[in-house]
């Protein structure tokens, strides 16, 4: 399929930072970007407060702010579900 492209403009940085992400996930930087929109209008609106909040959270993450180990997230995660709950990885 022959689908009509267009040309647009971000500074080096951000060039960068999508040829690596694309890179890194074994895509065209033009598929990243298609993904990226697909999940972006398919997760529906986020409100002003809910935006203002995220930035909030990365601001205090950038500040230094403690954040929960990766490790203890993944004891969390294991312990759902009940005792005979076996994982996708445990079968």
Request: glycine fraction near 4%.
């Amino acid at each position: 399929m022959n689908t009509p492209k267009r040309l647009i403009e971000v500074d080096e940085q951000t060039a960068i930072a999508l040829e690596e992400r694309a890179a890194e996930r074994g895509l065209s930087v033009l598929d990243l970007v298609a993904e990226m929109m697909a999940l972006a209008t398919s997760m529906g609106a986020l409100s002003s407060d809910d935006i203002a909040e995220l930035d909030r959270r990365w601001v205090a993450i950038e500040a230094g702010e403690p954040t929960t180990p990766h490790n203890s997230v993944v004891q969390w995660l294991r312990s759902w579900g009940p005792p005979t709950f076996k994982s996708s990885l445990d079968r």
